[in-house]
């Protein structure tokens, strides 16, 4: 019966991944009890009293292992969702202009319920004339600095929510 008993509890306390201080309590008093329980009604070995501190230490030591593993498992999974995020923002975001980009605008309005739209909206398309007779005579580097630049004006004068780099030097704007 006891082993039984035990079985349950170390189970019990494992599978909910409980911290060591609520697992021992968990584990300590219901077994106290049950302890308490048999030896007023059917007696207790001495071999069982000598088991029974030896089995709580045990336990202790199983639960504090096991809460070790769980923190490490929960420190992987926070550091994974950090870098699932840090992909999911640069899928959606133009490294160079800081703008969203096609990824972002297909998601934004793929959603046909997206609460932050109107029923009514204008969608404005704009490019930077002439850009690639710039970046072929200034260089790539300042071709970057203008692009940057521009999307600048679109974002300060429109704000980041609905602004687009659709592509090369062409932006959009909702």
Request: hydrophobic share 45%.
């Amino acid at each position: 019966q006891i082993l039984v008993f035990i079985t349950i509890e170390l189970f019990v306390s494992c599978l909910f991944m409980i911290k060591p201080y609520l697992a021992i309590i968990l584990i300590i008093i219901p077994f106290g009890i049950f302890y308490y329980l048999m030896e007023i009604t059917v007696g207790v070995s001495g071999a069982t009293r000598a088991n029974y501190i030896t089995n709580m230490i045990f336990f202790i030591i199983v639960n504090i292992a096991h809460y070790q593993q769980y923190l490490r498992i929960a420190n992987q999974n926070v550091d994974n969702y950090e870098l699932a995020e840090q992909l999911r923002n640069a899928s959606r975001y133009d490294f160079l202009t800081k703008l969203k980009n096609r990824t972002a605008l297909n998601m934004d309005f793929e959603n046909t319920s997206n609460k932050n739209l109107n029923s009514y909206f204008v969608v404005m398309v704009t490019d930077i004339d002439n850009f690639k007779t710039f970046n072929d005579t200034h260089g790539h580097a300042y071709g970057d600095e203008l692009l940057g630049k521009f999307a600048a004006v679109l974002r300060d004068t429109f704000g980041k929510k609905y602004c687009y780099r659709y592509g090369g030097d062409e932006y959009l704007v909702v």
